[in-house]
């Protein structure tokens, strides 16, 4: 934020820089979903493997996968009309994809008007297929959020209060570890300890989906999930306090006769959460890829399942409208985390 | 049919027994340390924890058992007996009489073989891919931190860019076979390998233009070897055939560069903002000192702590990174013996059998733990200086 700058101003500079990040991102995307190997993938995938090359390039031809690359950039943005496939003998028009019922006749349809398109494996629109998606993963996150918050907070509160002891010691060593364990480790060893060996809970949570959430099912993607952030973010508070319980303000504090306790509670503690927010708010990318892992492991249907069948079958307007969503989760969270960080921290409101 | 097995003691003292090659030379680093602990600066001072050991311990252990792959394992990893489909661990098979320690796979193959020869792999890309990020990131953090203005945006919001795309997305869309078709990784391939070249080139230029006899004899041998690897990694053709990479190897590595050299950039231009304000900085510049000059050898040097406590966690994050590719099956062989693909074969499976999974497992979070571990012990001996 600059001098004399509002935070209105600096939001709308930073929302602009977002946009043109957007567009530039998915320019990059739309490339490189677009290479030549890739097409024919979609082509084979939507006809079948014997289909001659002909057969293939006359499918990329009507469904106007031909056209020049900035022209169907621009269809798919918005800012050029869609047009609809021709049959080349009778000149009839028909909509590309039946199934997303696309009408006949040539429109301004893209992102900006609020079509993602059609999805070619799930033969649906993007977004029927992608807001359920997106809700099963909200729901996820949600639980991984109120796990892995508080717990790795009171962790790095109680490593950092008193820096060198034991618990310190142990509670350092154990985040480590769990910063060393990414999802496809941890998922492994809960399924192994907790499905396998014990029991006690479901190695899938493909029932979570259709039938709703239980502690049964949606313990272990959970947990998880939410291990591999509790390290992270208990060592920056930890780090944060043992800043915090340094300062000259906590020593005055201490000799005004006040209680170890009182002094944590009442003084340190609020000053020492500024730094983990932050980091919590940047822990969404690290998230999403979590996203990933963890709903392919337990075979969870939401956005993470959503992204690898879309990417795995070439599903060009899915995987469009995926990356879109993640790169805006990824920006907006660092949004969010600068204006926070300037908001909760009087210090640096001028910079 | 009944088959032989040594018990639990047996594959304890087994494997202990197999990795004899890695506790010889775990013994030797040990002693020399300890002897030489107060000539050896840092690295000395690393022997003062008990964290500093264990990290680098662990971290020694899987380097010298990707060293001694061929000694340690009693199976090639590739190697299928089909009788032992599936066979528990510590299973004699009665064909070679050779017990399979760890068990065998839903494929017959050894597990523990398999765990041995994946740490090659491991050991190889993600150290290498690291060093590479590290170039890149250093050389154009550099000028970002150091200039700041209009080349900091620019490069700043290519990173950010970078940064933007989770890492999955960016692994889904640049390893894939479809690209390795097209000449992309090997665009990006050239991109990347020439930072190194760029890097020392400039580095020995600035210090010894004054002396053109000695700057000769380092640019040709910078040019030389730069080059050497340059034309073996990018255009697969090393006139001596020493280094080869095969196109999928290539696209991993290049996908891996690219995704962490921007966290590079970033720490080096935030390092490079902070030390720029310093007294030497000013001193040089009232010399008249060239900027790069300045760069490489007034900042660069004191950046050095935090520099390489961000190369060791960055090792362990490459770790990661590959054991997700090959957890997604993005990039390495399906038959390739490398841990993130052993745990998705295994992983599917794990209703059925347990123990080709935990191998791999164990494997990766060791030695991720060991990198960890010696990141914290180096940065608190970079902080106590």
Known sequence: MGEGETVLSFIIRRLGVMALTMLCLSLVVFFLINLEPNLKKLAISQLDMRSSAEDLESWLQRNGYRQNFFVRYGQWLGVMPKQPSIDPETGVASPRFAYCREPAEARYSGVLQGDFGCSTKFKVPVAQKLVPALGATGILMFWVMAVMVPVSLLIGVLAGMREGSRTDRSLSVASITTTATPEYISGVIFTVVFASWLGWLNGSAASATNQGVTFYNFTLPVMTMAIYGIGYIARMTRASMVEVMTQQYIRTARLKGLSFNAVVLKHALRNALIAPFTVIMLQFPWLLTGVVIVEVMFRYQGFGFTLVEAAANNDIDLLLACSLVSVLVVLSTQLISDIGYALLNPRIRVQ | ?385
């Open chain 2, 1 to 385: 049919m009944e088959f032989e097995t040594i018990g639990v003691l047996g594959i304890v003292t087994g494997v202990i027994a197999r990795f004899w090659p890695v506790w010889l030379a775990l013994g030797i680093i040990l002693f020399l340390s300890l002897r030489f602990k107060k000539v050896l600066g840092l690295y000395g001072h690393l022997f003062d924890t008990g964290v500093g050991i264990a990290g680098l311990m662990i971290c020694l252990f899987w380097l010298f058992t990707a060293i001694f792959a061929d000694v340690i394992a009693p199976f090639d990893p590739l190697q299928q007996i089909p009788i032992m489909k599936d066979a528990m661990p510590g299973t004699i098979d009665p064909g070679t009489g050779q017990v399979f320690l760890l068990g065998g796979d839903r494929l017959a193959r050894d597990v523990f073989s398999r765990m041995v020869f994946g740490s090659q792999i491991v050991l190889v890309i993600a150290p290498a891919a690291t060093l590479f990020a590290l170039m890149v990131g250093t050389t154009l953090g550099l000028p970002a931190g150091y200039y700041g203005g209009r080349i900091d945006n620019f490069l700043s919001f290519l990173a950010n860019l970078v940064l933007a795309f989770p890492v999955i997305l960016l692994f889904y869309l640049l390893v894939t076979p479809g690209i390795r078709e097209t000449a992309i990784p090997q665009w990006l391939a050239g991109v990347f390998f020439i930072f190194p070249v760029i890097f020392f080139g400039t580095l020995f230029y600035t210090r010894f233009k004054g002396r053109p006899g000695l700057l000769a004899v380092q640019l040709a041998i910078t040019v030389l070897i730069g080059g050497w690897v340059y034309v073996g990694l990018v255009f697969n053709a090393d006139p001596l055939g020493i280094i080869s990479i095969s196109p999928n190897e290539l696209n991993i590595f290049v996908a891996v560069v690219f995704a962490s050299s921007p966290g590079v950039f970033r720490i080096v231009r935030g390092l490079v903002m902070d030390i720029k304000t310093r007294d030497y900085v000013a001193a040089a510049q009232t010399r008249g000192e060239n900027p790069w000059y300045i760069m490489l050898w007034e900042v660069l040097p004191n950046a050095r702590g935090p520099l390489i406590v961000d190369a060791c966690l960055r090792i362990g994050y490459t770790t990661i990174l590959l054991g997700t590719l090959g957890y997604f099956g993005l990039g390495l062989a399906p038959e390739s013996p490398d841990w993130g693909t052993g745990i998705k074969e295994s992983s599917r499976l794990l209703r059925a059998y347990i123990h080709p999974a935990l191998p791999p497992v164990f494997a990766l979070m060791s030695f991720v733990l060991g990198l960890n571990l010696l990141a914290d012990a180096l940065r608190e001996q970079s902080l106590k200086d």
